[in-house]
């Protein structure tokens, strides 16, 4: 367990507030992509359902995972934020969803382990 996450690290405490938000509404873009049946291929439209069940608790696991293991939940949560993207290209509403929430993940890691780092240092002066 890293350091920064035994104290809970303000990355970890954002990571978990965007994921723990976007788990809602990857729930209601696969109810989206059911109520349009814009599944690919032969695909049954409950597989849309089935998607953002399973974004949901992908989601919401990764923001747990952040207690544990810092660096893997920041590695798993980017791998969703592309998987959310690539659902944009059944419902091109969801390219929002990616544009605002893509953003705040970036935005959030980025300022936090900045700021994590400061924090670090001013610890050890």
Same mark, same amino acid.
């Given at each position: 367990?890293?350091?920064?996450?035994?104290?809970?690290?303000?990355?970890?405490?954002?990571?978990?507030?965007?994921?723990?938000?976007?788990?809602?509404?990857? +729930?209601? %873009? *696969? !109810?989206?992509?059911?109520?349009?049946? @814009?599944?690919?291929?032969?695909?049954?439209?409950?597989? #849309? /359902? =089935?998607?953002?069940?399973?974004?949901?608790?992908?989601?919401? +696991?990764? %923001? *747990? !995972?952040?207690?544990?293991?810092?660096? @893997?939940?920041?590695?798993?949560?980017?791998?969703?934020? #592309? /998987? =959310?993207?690539?659902?944009?290209?059944?419902?091109?509403?969801? +390219?929002?969803?990616? !544009?605002?929430?893509?953003?705040?993940?970036?935005?959030?890691?980025?300022?936090?382990?900045?700021?994590?780092?400061?924090?670090?240092?001013?610890?050890?002066?």
């Amino acid at each position: 367990m890293s350091e920064g996450a035994k104290r809970g690290s303000l990355t970890a405490k954002l990571g978990s507030i965007v994921l723990g938000l976007e788990a809602l509404i990857v +729930f209601l %873009a *696969g !109810l989206t992509i059911y109520g349009l049946d @814009a599944t690919p291929g032969n695909l049954p439209a409950w597989w #849309g /359902v =089935v998607w953002g069940i399973v974004m949901m608790l992908l989601m919401s +696991f990764t %923001a *747990g !995972l952040f207690r544990r293991n810092e660096k @893997a939940a920041i590695w798993l949560g980017s791998i969703l934020q #592309g /998987v =959310v993207a690539l659902a944009g290209f059944l419902v091109p509403a969801i +390219f929002l969803v990616t !544009l605002i929430f893509g953003g705040m993940w970036w935005y959030c890691m980025a300022t936090g382990q900045r700021l994590d780092r400061a924090d670090e240092s001013r610890a050890t002066n």
